[in-house]
């Protein structure tokens, strides 16, 4: 078997179906015209060779990743130039991946992972663009006119490491199409210093500074700048002329009031327009670190605001007419079937997130959410074919890191696919540049329990640790009733024992809530097997065969992912055969 190295170069036109659907044979005599006068001629200038057309498509190798480059850029130029006479939606751009690696040569074929990253990094490509592996870059660094931009590590289709990207800074690239999402805009005021110290002022202050910072991690929220909303500060005018000045849609405020070592935080979140209190809530703490005491209140007010905010928009979404929505708003009301967690409500969530998408195709949070969708698929037992719903878990994570990367959710999408699918060392780094990005977002805080739940040798103190940071620091996120299931499944430790303290009532909590999804109801009800409550039992699992008519044990035992589900299944297994008895399906 033949090995070489070389450089290999992978080409798509974009939207072949699209033109080949206006004009056929246009299309083809076009495109036939194109290979033959613009791409073939340039291929043997720079001393490439074809090594062969896929319909719309080719692959080329060249002694050189500095000639692939030069080559290819220039190609792109002539080609944008040959199709500058075009109307914008019938010119041919194409995509193009290049790549040094290592091949095995099949007579005039190349074949192996070489190929198949080429052909990964073309995807990624902007229509005209060129996108390049760190193989390439490192050749090509300074001795091309190019200028490359770092996209980062990229998780593509069946190449298990991640690849480094850089994408061409060109001119051929094809202007992407802006539109306008309007994500929701708050300004948090300064909070007032009710104690009688003075001195104080300086606390009150501090919390404030913090909260801004860390509300402006959320991606999905317009934060005013502290200077702005300081230039407030003891003028003690009405909120809603404020907002109006700061154009901006909530605001944010809150008092400090000390007396000896006890400290009183307040903070209200409020509807800009009509001056309605959304959300309201205190603090009472002791004064014992200051540091740690601030900490932990900005991490309590965040953790309120964003959810309470993030309810506000649904439902307003929600009640807004269908004939005049926005990217944001079919984003929100695709959240809100979501969290209902019913396989209706997720067919429905699907449908609105693909609108979002439609409407502004660059807006990342639908994708990252879309991962997710994906991943939960796999998880709750419904999907058809796992590999391919990780697979299209994965592509929507990485288009939503594409768009932004200092998105969490792209990365916390990422890394519960990656769980799901026993990627463990993958799905961590993913996790950690989710954590770096956005420690308070509730779902970075449910991609750290679903690594811990799917490793391979599970941390339960660190799952533990994880679902009541979650259950204190986001009381009202919509995936609360998840946080008590982990919090479950940690207290039953390595042994899985139902009868430990706290694992049937942490079930039967996570069962309480109503967008609750199946699981907690079988746990629940397998956990009252376990603590001879049989009547109990025979109501959550009622309750779980209501949610969920199709549900069956082979179908609940073939979706768990993990070594403690492993761990439970045997351990559990009379408890599971109890299930059949009082009515669950086998098969």
């Known amino acids: 078997m033949q090995r070489r190295l070389t450089t290999l170069v992978a080409a798509d036109l974009v939207g072949y179906s699209r033109l080949m659907a206006a004009d056929e044979e246009g299309t083809a005599n076009r495109l036939r015209h194109l290979r033959d006068s613009v791409i073939l001629p340039g291929l043997a200038a720079g001393e490439g060779r074809l090594i062969k057309t896929m319909g719309d498509g080719l ?55 070489g190929v198949n990253i080429a052909a990964r990094l073309e995807s990624l490509a902007p ?14 660094r300074g001795k091309v006119e190019a200028e490359f931009t770092s996209l980062g590590p990229q998780m593509v289709k069946n190449i298990p490491d991640p690849v480094e990207v850089w994408r061409a800074e060109l001119e051929t690239t094809a202007p992407v199409p802006k539109t306008e999402t309007l994500r929701p805009t708050i300004a948090i005021l300064p909070f007032d210093n009710m104690s009688s110290d003075p001195d104080q002022e ?25 200077n702005s909303t300081f230039a407030y500060k003891g003028t003690h005018k009405d909120i809603r002329q404020i907002a109006r000045e700061l154009d901006v849609r909530y605001v944010v405020e809150g008092s400090v009031r000390r007396a000896g070592n006890r400290l009183r935080v307040t903070a209200q979140l409020i509807e800009a ?21 601030q900490d932990e209140l900005t991490r309590a007010i965040v953790s309120c605001v964003e959810p309470e905010l993030g309810a506000h928009e649904r439902a307003m979404a929600r009640a807004k007419p269908t004939d005049s929505l926005t990217a944001w708003e079919l984003y929100q009301r695709g959240n809100a079937e979501y969290f209902t967690a019913t396989p209706s409500g997720y067919a429905r969530s699907y449908a609105l997130f693909a609108q979002a998408i439609e409407a502004d195709p660059q807006f990342p949070l639908p994708y990252a959410v879309l991962a997710r969708w994906h991943f939960y698929r796999v998880l709750t037992r419904v999907a058809e074919n796992d590999e391919a719903e990780v697979e299209a878990g994965l592509a929507f994570a990485q288009r939503a890191i594409n768009l932004d990367n200092r998105e969490e959710a792209g990365f916390a999408g990422l890394s519960v696919v990656l769980s799901v699918a ?17 420690r308070n977002s509730p779902v970075v805080l449910l991609a750290r329990m679903i690594l811990h739940l799917c490793s391979r040798n599970p941390q339960y103190d660190k799952l533990l640790e994880a679902a009541e940071n979650a259950i204190k620091f986001s009381p009202r996120d919509p995936n609360l009733w998840s946080f008590w299931l982990m919090r479950g499944y940690a207290l039953a430790g390595p042994e899985a024992d139902l009868t430990a303290p706290g694992v049937r009532e942490a079930f039967e909590t996570a069962a309480g ?29 009622s309750a779980a065969l209501t949610r969920y008519p199709e549900l069956t044990l082979e179908g609940w035992l073939s979706g768990l992912k993990g070594q403690f589900f492993a761990n439970s299944a045997s351990r559990w297994a009379s408890h599971q055969e109890t299930l059949v008895e009082m009515g669950l399906p086998r098969a």
């Open 513 to 541: 809530f109503e967008n609750a999804e199946v699981f907690p109801f079988v746990e629940a009800a397998i956990a009252n097997i376990a603590n001879e409550r049989p009547d109990r039992a025979r109501e959550y699992l």
């Open 273 to 293: 327009e009509s001056g309605r209190h959304i959300w309201a809530d205190r603090w009472d703490r002791t004064m014992e670190d200051l540091f740690d005491l």
């Open 127 to 140: 229509p005209g663009g060129l996108c390049i592996s760190r193989s390439v870059h490192d050749q090509v």
């Open 59 to 113: 692959l080329a190798e060249f002694p050189s990743p500095v000639a692939a480059v030069r080559t290819v850029t220039g190609l792109l130029a002539e080609l944008a130039a040959h199709e500058a006479d075009q109307p914008e939606d019938r010119r041919m751009r194409f995509r193009v991946g290049v790549n040094l690696g290592d091949v095995i040569i099949d007579g005039d074929d190349v074949l192996g992972d």
């Open 202 to 226: 300086f606390l009150a202050d501090g919390i404030v500074e913090d909260v801004i910072t860390e509300l402006s991690r959320f991606r999905s929220l317009f934060v005013i700048a502290r």
């Open 422 to 438: 026993g990627r463990e060392a993958e799905a961590n780094v993913a996790f950690q540049r989710a954590e770096a990005l956005n």
